[in-house]
């Protein structure tokens, strides 16, 4: 490469591609492979007595890319950085530019850009700038934070705890502490019995249309219902009664649509709609947004940058949104004026984008021949939902009707019917958010045209038994729910949050929802216990806006780390003299009602170190394990063509070419993903 060559680094091979056609020759477009160092894997690799000192080394499969990277410096005339806009991506940057030693003299620019199209490329390179070390030092700050309670609280786990794979985290172990909890509230739930009272009603018309109306008021009180017999009770009151309208009010409501996707948000919607956890909405998000190529000559990003708490949209998205609405819809779709959405999250980044089509005119039916299955149905949720949020509000008539009850007189029991009729679908039209069971909002039905005096007949009461519910199990969707309302994690880690305490097998998707192990229970004992600070909820949130706090330049990585070890080391060192050993049982194999082929006896369900497999109920005799085959990912192998699979060591699942040996590419990013 020439000197009058720029060098650009990025993460990942995909986005190179991507990015160069984009930049022409005057550029060289290399990926660092993600990170080119890091905390060694087998020692702490912090010194505590000298100001939390990080030892960063370089990992033997990486040395490769940071030879070619050093080479690559040598011979290039300026150098920029272009990974992604977040902590992690400026510390990718810092630590690439530590390994590259690039000569005395050699410009060195930070550039980021939140969608990979010509327009923000070109535009990231005319502003290019430095890079924001505050942003490096809080992404510092949280790898040792991690690091101090990961290989400082995990070493007591496996002398205390039987059983394998266990570690600790600062932010995992909130999560693991929200679900345990609430499989114990629900554990203890009392079901508490309650009635309600319904009137099936018609008016005195032809062809009448049946209605029901709720007991709603017993003279100036709400009705309270404890059993059957308070029921019959005022059903036998009501014998004879005769019924009629007192009033009818109808009010026009409007409906607005969802702010587009942010990280959370996003994941929630694929785990409710497409049965996507968040490590696969991750991974298939980081696809489109590094680019596929749709036959446009050339690998596009299909989306903005997917880690952000931001609902803001820049001016032209939204334009081009309303031309594109007015055009297949409309008019009457448009609101008046673009709508503006204030994110909830306290410290989300204003600056950066809520996530969305780069393109709102390459629409879903357009991309679908060059994506896979599991690729489009994200790009058409994302799509819809960014549309949506840029349509005018759905508008409906709601209607509630009250009716009075007499004989010889008025007696105390009012009814209540309520009615909704939609005048206009708006943004219903494109999208329809679902709640966390999957379902769309219960839709009131429309009542007949009721006046005020009018006389009704009854046509049946209808009493009906109901019971308190406990609060549902987490979902993993509504996992990432409670911990972005409680501050706990950010847009980069809520995947590998649920990711870890799954493959600790601290917790077990059963259907949708999370169940804690008996190991993740009693893990979490001994953690509260001991550390009743370190995994509160409150002090976890207010770790992450103290991080936040480095990240602005408020605060030092000096000083947060002071802090926490002066909490720290105490109850560290109580744990370490103090904490009891616990034996936690392991469930007894499952038959799964099948032969093994090598011996006849049974064949069982187990869970392994590595997760849950199927094998020979007679081992050790026997050691037949049925062998699954390699899940496809849909992708194929950059270096052969292959197709890409999902496999498993001992390290756990990873990405790599079905034709191995021949062929031994591994996709680390997806990897790390799983």
């Known amino acids: 490469m020439s000197k009058d060559k720029s060098l650009v680094i990025v993460e990942s091979p995909t986005k190179a591609r991507t990015i160069q056609p984009l930049l022409g020759s005057e550029y060289r477009v290399l990926a660092s492979m993600g990170h080119v160092r890091d905390l060694p894997r087998k020692d702490l690799g912090v010194d505590i007595e000298h100001d939390f000192a990080p030892h960063y080394v370089t990992a033997p499969k990486k040395r490769d890319a940071i030879k070619r990277l050093r080479q690559a410096a040598r011979e290039a005339g300026a150098i920029y950085l272009a990974t992604d806009p977040d902590r992690e991506g400026e510390a990718i940057a810092w630590h690439v530019l530590q390994v590259m030693r690039p000569a005395a003299g050699t410009p060195v620019h930070r550039v980021t850009f939140h969608q990979i199209t010509p327009a923000a490329v070109r535009a990231a390179f005319q502003e290019k700038g430095a890079l924001n070390m505050a942003l490096v030092e809080a992404q510092q700050a949280r790898r040792i934070l991690d690091r101090l309670v990961g290989y400082k609280v995990s070493p007591l786990l496996w002398k205390r705890v039987s059983g394998k794979g266990l570690s600790a985290g600062r932010v995992q172990t909130a999560a693991l502490r929200l679900v345990v909890e609430r499989e114990r509230e629900i554990a203890a739930f009392v079901p508490v019995e309650y009635w309600s009272l319904h009137a099936r009603l018609q008016q005195r018309v032809t062809d009448p249309l049946p209605f029901l109306a709720e007991l709603w008021r017993i003279g100036k009180e709400k009705p309270d219902l404890k059993n059957r017999g308070d029921a019959e009770a005022i059903i036998q009151a009501l014998e004879g009664a005769d019924y009629s309208v007192e009033k009818v009010e109808t009010k026009r409501q409007e409906r607005r649509p969802h702010p587009p996707f942010t990280t959370s948000t996003m994941q929630q919607a694929a785990s409710r709609r497409l049965n996507s956890s968040p490590a696969q909405t991750m991974r298939l998000a980081q696809q489109l947004y590094e680019g596929v190529d ?94 949506a949020s840029q349509m005018a509000p759905a508008v409906y008539d709601v209607t509630t009707a009250l009716i009075v009850t007499a004989r010889d007189g008025r007696l105390p029991y009012l009814f209540r019917a309520r009615g909704r009729v939609c005048l206009f679908d708006g943004f219903l039209k494109v999208y329809e958010e679902t709640d966390d069971e999957g379902k769309k909002g219960e839709e009131e039905g429309e009542l007949p045209p009721l006046k005020a005096g009018e006389p009704l007949d009854l046509l049946e009461l209808i009493p009906k038994q109901h019971w308190t519910k406990p609060p549902p199990r987490y979902t993993e969707a509504s996992l990432i729910k409670a911990l972005e309302k409680r501050g706990i994690g950010r847009p980069s880690t809520y995947a590998g949050i649920v990711r870890t305490i799954k493959k600790r097998h601290y917790v077990e998707r059963q259907k949708r929802y999370l169940v804690p192990t008996d190991l993740g229970c009693a893990v979490l004992d001994l953690l509260v216990a001991f550390f009743p600070d370190l995994f509160d909820y409150g002090f976890t949130a207010r770790m992450e806006d103290e991080l936040d706090d480095i990240a602005n330049g408020k605060r030092t990585r000096l000083a947060v780390l002071n802090a926490f070890w002066a909490a720290f080391e105490p109850q560290l060192q109580r744990a370490q003299a103090e904490m009891p050993r616990v034996e936690v049982q392991r469930e007894p194999p499952q038959p799964t009602g099948e032969k093994c082929p090598q011996c006849g006896g049974d064949l069982v369900r187990r869970q392994g170190r590595y997760g849950p497999f199927v094998g020979c109920a007679n081992f050790p005799k026997c050691r037949y394990v049925q062998r699954q085959a390699p899940q496809k990912t849909g992708r194929q192998c950059p270096q052969c063509g292959g197709d890409l699979v999902i496999k498993r060591s001992k390290r756990g699942p990873f990405v790599g070419c079905s034709n191995y040996p021949a062929c031994k590419y591994v996709d680390r990013e997806a990897s790390r993903e799983l």
């Open 294 to 387: 749709v036959g446009e000559g050339s690998p596009v990003g299909l989306i903005t940058y997917m880690r952000t708490d931001s609902t803001h949209i820049a001016p032209e998205a939204q334009a081009a949104a309303r031309e594109l609405i007015a055009r297949i819809w409309g008019e009457d779709y448009l609101p008046p004026r673009p709508p503006q959405y204030k994110t909830k999250v306290k410290s989300a980044q204003e600056a950066h984008e809520a996530i969305r089509p780069t393109d709102v005119n390459r629409t879903p039916r357009a991309v679908r021949p060059y994506l896979d299955e599991k690729q489009a149905a994200l790009y058409e949720l994302i799509w819809r939902r960014f549309v």
